[in-house]
């Protein structure tokens, strides 16, 4: 069985930066074509895909957040961890773990989410 | 970015209606979409990849379709286990992007 769950800070102030990491279990992420990605919700509903990190090291990241955005393997060979910097408040969300299929960029499946609101 | 937009934002139907949910695709994205149930106060799930391929397990009354930049999911006879938001999302390219959701209301 394939799980993830996410962890992390609840609460971050403005300009601060968020660290969340995604443990994971029932594959392994140095195995061919596995890639653990992040997905945000919003508080209104909207989805945005982050990130994905690939099994050869690979990463795409979104272009909106890019400069922001940092994508890494944990000390853990089950972990990734998401780095964001200089954060705001319309970083509020719930940002989920995801799988990566192996035959293409769906997400399956999700970890519980975690909520991290930005707020002073 | 390509951007999906669904129609519409909110669906009441009553148990064992017909429900066709609609994603359409800013650019031609060929047969490159999935979609995801999401339950309130869960994480969404996943049902359908390459537009109409149903992933193990999901239930035979849903179904998809579409090419290009035109996409339907359709649940055939509603259930009271099929309350939630569903969400199409294009993986033509990066950014992979989602339609809004569509809300959908037992009656």
């Known amino acids: 069985q394939i799980t993830l769950k996410e962890s992390g800070p609840a609460l971050v102030k403005p300009t601060q930066t968020l660290t969340l990491t995604c443990t994971f279990s029932?594959?392994?992420?140095?195995?061919?074509?596995?890639?653990v990605g992040w997905i945000r919700q919003s508080p209104g509903g909207a989805l945005e895909w982050l990130s994905l990190?690939?099994?050869?090291?690979?990463?795409r990241l979104n272009p909106s957040l890019r400069s922001r955005l940092t994508v890494t393997k944990g000390t853990s060979s089950n972990q990734v961890v998401l780095t964001l910097t200089n954060v705001n408040p319309v970083d509020t969300a719930i940002y989920y773990c995801?799988?990566?299929?192996?035959?293409?960029?769906?997400?399956?499946?999700w970890g519980q989410g975690i909520l991290v609101t930005v707020s002073s | 970015d390509i951007q999906m937009t669904q129609s519409p934002s909110t669906l009441s139907a009553s148990v064992g209606d017909r429900v066709t949910i609609t994603c359409r695709a800013s650019?031609?994205?060929?047969?490159?979409v999935a979609w995801y149930q999401q339950k309130p106060g869960k994480a969404p799930k996943f049902l359908i990849y390459?537009?109409?391929i149903l992933e193990n397990g999901v239930p035979s009354r849903f179904s998809g379709s579409g090419s290009g930049t035109d996409f339907t999911l359709t649940i055939s006879s509603l259930q009271p286990d099929d309350l939630a938001t569903y969400y199409c999302?294009?993986?033509?390219?990066?950014?992979?992007?989602f339609g809004q959701g569509t809300k959908l209301e037992i009656k």
């Open positions: 650019q031609n994205i060929v047969t490159w």
């Open positions: 029932g594959f392994s992420l140095s195995e061919s074509e596995m890639a």
């Open positions: 990190l690939y099994w050869n090291g690979h990463e």
């Open positions: 995801v799988k990566g299929a192996r035959r293409g960029d769906w997400f399956d499946p």
């Open positions: 999302q294009q993986y033509y390219s990066d950014p992979f992007t």
């Open positions: 390459r537009a109409s």
